[in-house]
Each structure stands twice: as structure tokens, then as C-alpha cells.
């Protein structure tokens, strides 16, 4: 299979064309800050999904503070943030799903780049990358839901096909991000791979790497996730 790409933004549209070669590079540290109650040394408990719980030691002033979740079922995976630091998994087989979380305070004001990369390691065996993005609201407490990156296919796994549903639904997303009332703005969101097995083997992707730049505003989050009030008018 060759390279294909895709992409999905709130006004940010365009496909990125590549050149066949090796998968892309999955760093295999953690590097960034950790910040608030749920992390010791050097790792994080997870927040349970779905639930508004407070940051009893919250971000300082100047900062808000981001919950990076992610998983990939079939390898390892990397998720880098450009100017705070790394996040990283550890190698895990097709049947795991090693979740790691890290919460991390970034400046109000601040734009970064944002590189997703999962990799297979074993050959022909696929991946499942899974990445999340949360941002916390002081005023609730709330959790506003700001990216979510998928690729299941087959069995789970990522393909091409699994790849184009996700960037479909990305693109319906106003401002990019899943919840109207966070302050987290996602623009030029792009998906890529090296490729993977031929379709009639599968068609199983053997890399998948997502970019995307994440702008994070002034203004302090006040409603709850979905309000109305947070829609454009």
C-alpha cells in the first residue's frame, strides 16, 4: 500500500501528499511537565471518563491545565506538544490497552504544534491509536472535551477506511474542538501514514500520525460542556 493522506479542520482544509519510506519516528520518553494531585513521580492516575472532578491542587495562574490521554493497542505511541514536552506509552500487543494520562498547565495565549505518532511493533500486526484531549474549568468544575483521535477498523485496527470516517466526523467540528464552551482551539488537523499491507491482506495501516495546532485562549471557561449559551449564533 502506498501513502495516503487525509486531513479534517474547521476551515483549515487541505490534503498533505507524501513519499513512500520507514515509519515515522515514536519517542519513548515522557518528557513533559506533570502537573496537579494525580500525578507522582513520573506518571499520572487516569481522571474516570465522563465525570466534572475537581483539580483539588489547580493550575497557577497564567495557565490551564490539560488532560492527554492515550492508547495504542498493537505498539507504541508519542505524542508531542511543541514548547511543553512529550508524552509517551509503553509498547503494548494487540490485545492490551495500556492507557497513559498526563496533566500538564499550558500558558493562556500560547499556540502550539501538536504531533500524534503510533506505530506498529509487530509486522503486519496493525495498530489502534487512541488520543484524547481534555481541557479543565476552574468554575464548575468542568471538563471540556477538546480532541479525539481514532482509527478502528478491522478487528479494531486502523485503515484507510477507519482513517476517512475519522477525518469526516473531525470536520464537522466547529473550531475544531468537541465541546463548544472550552477554550482550546484545533485548526489544520491532518492525518498521514507510510502505509501498511496491500488490501488483500488487510489493508492493516503499520503507522499513523496525526498533526494538528491547538491555540489556547485568554478567556476563562464559565458554562458546562454543551451548553447552549457556548454555540455560535
Request: hydrophobic share 35%; aromatic share 6%; glycine share 14%.
Amino acid at each position: 500500500m502506498g501513502i495516503v493522506a487525509g486531513c479534517a479542520s474547521a476551515g483549515h482544509a487541505g490534503a498533505v501528499g507524501l513519499v513512500p519510506g520507514p515509519a515515522p519516528t515514536v519517542w519513548g520518553a515522557t518528557t513533559v511537565t506533570l502537573a496537579g494531585a494525580r500525578c507522582r513521580a513520573g506518571s499520572c492516575q487516569c481522571r474516570e471518563p465522563g465525570r466534572d472532578d475537581e483539580e483539588t491542587v489547580p493550575p497557577p495562574e497564567g495557565a490551564k491545565r490539560f488532560e492527554v490521554r492515550m492508547s495504542a493497542a498493537g505498539g507504541t505511541a508519542s505524542f508531542d506538544l511543541s514548547d511543553v514536552g512529550r508524552v509517551a506509552t509503553p509498547n503494548a500487543s494487540a490485545d492490551e490497552n495500556k492507557e497513559v494520562c498526563a496533566y500538564v498547565d499550558v500558558p493562556v495565549g500560547s499556540t502550539h504544534d501538536a504531533v500524534f505518532v503510533v506505530a506498529e511493533s509487530k509486522r503486519g500486526g496493525g495498530i489502534a491509536p487512541r488520543l484524547s484531549i481534555a481541557e479543565y474549568g476552574p468554575k464548575g468544575p468542568y471538563w471540556y472535551d477538546v480532541v479525539a483521535i481514532t482509527c478502528e477498523g478491522p478487528g479494531g485496527l486502523c485503515d484507510r477506511a477507519a482513517a476517512d470516517r475519522w477525518g469526516a466526523a473531525a470536520r464537522q467540528r466547529k473550531r475544531g474542538r468537541l465541546d463548544p464552551c472550552g477554550s482550546a482551539v484545533v485548526t489544520k488537523l491532518i492525518w498521514e501514514t507510510s502505509g501498511g499491507q496491500g488490501e488483500r491482506d488487510g489493508g492493516l495501516f503499520r503507522d499513523f500520525t496525526t498533526r494538528f495546532t491547538m491555540e489556547v485562549k485568554k478567556f476563562a471557561t464559565q458554562f458546562a460542556p454543551g451548553s447552549t449559551e457556548c454555540l455560535p449564533k
